[in-house]
T-cell receptor, first 113, second 114 residues
Framework: DTAVSQTPKYLVTQMGNDKSIKCEQN?????MYWYKQDSKKFLKIMFS???????INETVPNRFSPKSPDKAHLNLHINSLELGDSAVYFC????????????FGPGTRLLVL | ELKVEQNPLFLSMQEGKNYTIYCNYS?????LYWYRQDPGKSLESLFV?????AVKQEGRLMASLDTKARLSTLHITAAVHDLSATYFC??????????????FGKGTHLIIQP
């Protein structure tokens, strides 16, 4: 029973391409997140959705666009990929107000060539 | 802006020894999270500390929170090789509403040698 799943696990693509990463959670949570982990393992929040509404949009280039079709899904679309976008992208989910544990997906390893 | 600092960033220790990882954060918060990450893997939640003086223990790991000092510690007792991993602490701003993202420290890369 996978709680938070992401597809694909690996993504290798050329600069300038557009790609999407999908995330699904079966925990019944109402809040989902996207984090980026760079090559130095530093983790940074990108987006947060609560009940399908965007809550946080950190200083992320507008080439990145999250979409939440329902509470269980949060997808990330990236336009015009750049070398610097190479990273591991983690989806996470939590329930309710702040203080709740965030559960992370397995990550999507994106390599832009 | 909330900042979270961990130290040390790298720790090599022998099995059987005790050690502590420190996590300081810069602004008022009463939430502190500890995660573990194995190489190439996801983040696994270890502890959520939600009030001043909170202490939680799981096996050889014990975490505590002092909100007045803006400090959390992760103490490892009688380390074993299986605890080798990267440990992250994270927090959220006190003034934040729901759906706060976590601000992470840089992580402590822990190697436990026989």
């Amino acid at each position: 029973d996978t709680a938070v799943s992401q597809t694909p696990k690996y993504l290798v693509t050329q600069m300038g391409n557009d790609k999407s990463i999908k995330c699904e959670q079966n925990l019944g949570h109402d809040t989902m997140y996207w984090y980026k982990q760079d090559s130095k393992k530093f983790l940074k929040i990108m987006f947060s959705y609560n009940n399908k509404e965007l809550i946080i949009n950190e200083t992320v280039p507008n080439r990145f666009s999250p979409k939440s079709p329902d509470k269980a899904h949060l997808n990330l679309h990236i336009n015009s990929l750049e070398l610097g976008d190479s990273a591991v992208y983690f989806c996470a989910s939590s329930q309710g107000a702040r203080g709740e544990t965030q559960y992370f997906g397995p990550g999507t390893r994106l390599l832009v060539l | 802006e909330l900042k979270v600092e961990q130290n040390p960033l790298f720790l090599s220790m022998q099995e059987g020894k005790n050690y502590t990882i420190y996590c300081n954060y810069s602004t008022t918060s009463d939430r502190l999270y500890w995660y573990r990450q194995d190489p190439g893997k996801s983040l696994e939640s270890l502890f959520v500390l939600l009030s001043n003086g909170a202490v939680k223990q799981e096996g050889r790991l014990m975490a505590s929170l002092d909100t007045k000092a803006r400090l959390s510690t992760l103490h490892i007792t009688a380390a074993v090789h299986d605890l080798s991993a990267t440990y992250f602490c994270a927090s959220t701003p006190y003034s934040g509403g729901g759906a706060d993202g976590l601000t992470f420290g840089k992580g402590t890369h822990l190697i436990i040698q026989p």
